[in-house]
């Protein structure tokens, strides 16, 4: 099997981020279970992957979906690829990744040899500098789960070795810009906490000034007084080096900071070389970088895996098991918009009569996905306990405002019977329409969504059908479906739509191309109910 690698890829669409991939193939694609997920409805589930050639040595992208891929504008199946070039997906247009670093642990070991061959010294520090190749394994464990923390002690540890000092450690720095201890080592591999001995004032220069590095010599004349404990301790020297991201031009961003400190006489830290400090500023630097970034890829996908697990677990619930019934024929579609939604559906036969029920929860993603499945589970327990349409809508409404949980749904109840008499129950929902030969009408009761006010008021409505007449429920993510311009698909496409007959699928196609790949900004839900009796 083929060792994994790190490379770096910036996606650019409605914005910039950096994606670190820490294995291959690496895949991409509008599926949440996959390492880059791109949520666009023009994409293919599994649209592309990023893998080593045969040789192990070139990174190449291989198209596998339907749509088309695009490299440096040229359309193909399969390419290798260089720092620099441009990925596109479905058009020339369309979202773009860039390869920003090839393979990152190969490099970080080129600059390592390069700053060997330049630090060597005939003084007899060769041997400690071959210990620069440290770093070389700890970038290679940026594909584990606990890549920082090993990272971390493994910088530690080098940079002991090197230095000849005889404890070190590692802050990062805090959300409110001040410095947390990350990890804490001493010569023999033990680990410390922080301490009062550590100089707060050289961290503080580190941090505020330019410098690579800071050699602090605690008893000189021109440092800073030494607070009572340094003495006590006998700490001699400090080393500080910041930390800092690469970036072009600017003042780089500070990560965090190296702290090193010793009881050693000044004389020896003399002898550290400049070039040895700047390498070990240098990658520190560019491993710590890494090493936080896959961490929060791996956070990342560890959610997306949930979110796929939750998005299953939601399909299921939503599963229609159309009942079956001489009368009467149910179909739905929903298509959320992120993986998992709030819009819910069911279709349940009960005493002999049809009944539907259509959601949506106020608000997207988990929270509202979570609400879904518990009214859906609520209602159909109701249905089943052969309460009547008003008297579960109360139910609902009183559930959800004794949680406090400030959401809300709108919903639409059905109840049909063999002889075509339709009972329904319209709460804040989208209209439903009705098709008979020739025409389309919405369908008007209107009541209060559930959630809003513990005391609501609810009336059903009732309706006679004829054979062949259908019922089509939508949520307000079909009609309120928008284009890249913002235009909305509107009441009058769906009218027309379902005037001219069309079937669920063909509406869903028509949404499809209406919107042309723009993302999707709610969960998208029809169900239909059609009357065969005669």
């Given at each position: 099997m083929m060792e994994s690698r790190a490379f770096s890829l910036v996606l650019a669409y409605a914005g910039e981020r950096t994606v670190v991939a820490a294995k291959t193939p690496f895949t991409i694609g509008r599926s949440p279970e996959m390492d880059l997920v791109l949520p666009y409805a023009f994409l293919s589930r599994r649209q592309a992957e990023i893998q080593f050639d045969a040789a192990g040595q070139c990174l190449d992208l291989v198209c596998v979906g339907s749509a088309a891929c695009f490299v440096n504008g040229e359309q193909v199946r399969r390419r290798a690829l260089r720092a620099g070039d441009e990925v596109r997906f479905a058009s020339l247009e369309g979202p773009m990744l860039r390869l920003a670093e090839e393979v990152g642990a190969t490099q970080s070991g080129h600059s390592i040899l390069a700053a060997l061959e330049q630090l060597k010294q005939p003084s007899g520090v060769e041997s400690?500098?071959?210990?620069?190749?440290?770093?070389?394994?700890?970038?290679?464990?940026?594909?584990?789960?606990?890549?920082?923390?090993?990272?971390?002690?493994?910088?530690?540890?080098?940079t002991l070795e090197l230095t000849h000092v005889e404890r070190g450690f590692v802050f990062f720095v805090d959300a409110a810009g001040g410095m947390t201890l990350a990890a804490g080592r001493g010569r023999g591999g033990e680990v410390l906490q922080e301490t009062p001995t550590i100089s707060r004032s050289a961290i503080r220069r580190a941090m505020e000034g330019s410098s690579e590095y800071i050699v602090t010599d605690t008893l000189s004349a021109d440092a800073a007084a030494p607070s009572q404990s340094i003495l006590a301790q006998n700490i001699r020297a400090i080393i500080c080096i910041p930390l800092r991201k690469r970036v072009a031009g600017g003042?780089?961003?500070?990560?965090?900071?190296?702290?090193?400190?010793?009881?050693?006489?000044?004389?020896?830290?003399?002898?550290?070389?400049?070039?040895?400090?700047?390498?070990?500023?240098?990658?520190?630097?560019?491993?710590?970088?890494?090493?936080?970034?896959?961490?929060?890829?791996?956070?990342?996908?560890?959610?997306r895996e949930e979110l796929a697990v939750a998005s299953e677990i939601q399909r299921s619930l939503m599963s229609?098991?159309?009942?079956?019934?001489?009368?009467?024929?149910?179909?739905?579609?929903?298509?959320?918009?992120?993986?998992?939604?709030?819009?819910?559906?069911?279709?349940?036969?009960?005493?002999?009569?049809?009944?539907?029920?259509?959601?949506?929860?106020?608000?997207?993603?988990?929270?509202?996905?979570?609400?879904?499945?518990?009214?859906?589970?609520?209602?159909?327990?109701?249905?089943?306990?052969?309460?009547?349409?008003?008297?579960?809508?109360?139910?609902?409404?009183?559930?959800?405002?004794?949680?406090?949980?400030?959401?809300?749904?709108?919903?639409?109840?059905?109840?049909?019977?063999?002889?075509?008499?339709?009972?329904?129950?319209?709460?804040?929902?989208?209209?439903?329409?009705?098709?008979?030969?020739?025409?389309?009408?919405?369908?008007?009761?209107?009541?209060?969504?559930?959630?809003?006010?513990?005391?609501?008021?609810?009336?059903?409505?009732?309706?006679?059908?004829?054979?062949?007449?259908?019922?089509?429920?939508?949520?307000?993510?079909?009609?309120?479906?928008?284009?890249?311009?913002?235009?909305?698909?509107?009441?009058?496409?769906?009218?027309?739509?379902?005037?001219?007959?069309?079937?669920?699928?063909?509406?869903?196609?028509?949404?499809?191309?209406?919107?042309?790949?723009?993302?999707?900004?709610?969960?998208?839900?029809?169900?239909?109910?059609?009357?065969?009796?005669?």
């Open positions: 400690d500098l071959a210990k620069l190749t440290w770093f070389v394994e700890a970038a290679q464990r940026l594909n584990k789960r606990d890549a920082v923390s090993e990272i971390l002690a493994a910088l530690i540890d080098t003042e780089a961003p500070l990560l965090g900071v190296l702290y090193l400190d010793s009881r050693l006489q000044r004389s020896e830290l003399t002898r550290l070389d400049s070039g040895l400090l700047h390498t070990i500023a240098t990658e520190a630097a560019l491993l710590l970088e890494n090493a936080t970034l896959v961490q929060e890829e791996l956070v990342a996908r560890q959610y229609l098991r159309i009942p079956q019934l001489p009368y009467a024929e149910v179909e739905a579609n929903s298509v959320p918009c992120k993986g998992i939604g709030g819009d819910f559906y069911d279709a349940v036969c009960h005493a002999g009569m049809l009944y539907v029920v259509v959601g949506d929860i106020s608000g997207k993603g988990v929270s509202a996905a979570v609400l879904a499945s518990t009214l859906q589970g609520l209602i159909h327990g109701q249905i089943s306990s052969g309460l009547g349409l008003v008297a579960i809508a109360e139910v609902a409404n009183r559930y959800i405002c004794s949680k406090d949980i400030r959401k809300y749904a709108t919903m639409l109840l059905l109840r049909m019977g063999p002889d075509g008499a339709v009972e329904y129950i319209n709460c804040g929902h989208v209209q439903p329409l009705l098709q008979s030969p020739g025409t389309v009408r919405p369908l008007e009761n209107c009541n209060m969504p559930v959630g809003l006010f513990a005391d609501a008021k609810y009336a059903s409505e009732m309706l006679q059908m004829v054979r062949g007449e259908r019922l089509l429920i939508p949520t307000d993510g079909v009609t309120e479906a928008e284009d890249r311009a913002e235009r909305l698909f509107g009441e009058e496409r769906l009218h027309a739509l379902v005037g001219a007959g069309a079937s669920l699928g063909k509406v869903f196609e028509e949404i499809a191309r209406f919107t042309d790949g723009a993302p999707a900004q709610d969960d998208c839900t029809i169900v239909e109910v059609r009357y065969w009796m005669s």
